[in-house]
């Protein structure tokens, strides 16, 4: 069983910056695509970023693009999501997660197996 725990998250004003973090229990972290989600307030989860295994390949939704960054550390079993330039749109819930298995639609929350319990991230304006 893979465990993902984030960090990172909190309250901050518009144009701040905040980087979240996510450490994973898994020996096989580093074969692992790895993804950040968010769930703003009533509304469904929806993808923000994804890193390939190597960390050469990454994938990011419109809406972050440009402001966000995904990376990771497969030494220290460590994924992160440095977010600058933040809006209130941003605020939300974000999540951790890890594929098994190699799937190639990275924006898609039914591909991944494994999800962390999500960091609050409030953006004040």
């Known amino acids: 069983q893979v465990q993902l725990v984030e960090s990172g998250g909190g309250l901050v004003q518009a144009g701040g910056s905040l980087r979240l973090s996510c450490a994973a229990s898994?020996?096989?972290?580093?074969?692992?695509?790895m993804g950040w989600f968010r769930q703003p307030p009533g509304k469904e989860r929806e993808f923000v970023a994804a890193i390939n295994w190597s960390g050469g390949s990454t994938l990011y939704a419109d809406s972050v693009k440009g402001r966000f960054t995904i990376s990771r550390d497969n030494a220290k079993n460590m994924v992160y999501l440095q977010m600058n330039t933040l809006k209130p749109d941003d605020t939300a819930v974000y999540y951790c997660?890890?594929?098994?298995?190699?799937?190639?639609?990275?924006?898609?929350?039914?591909?991944?197996?494994?999800w962390g319990q999500g960091t609050q991230v409030t953006v004040s304006s």
């Open positions: 997660a890890a594929q098994r298995l190699y799937d190639s639609n990275w924006g898609s929350q039914y591909t991944y197996d494994y």
């Open positions: 898994a020996r096989a972290f580093s074969a692992y695509t």
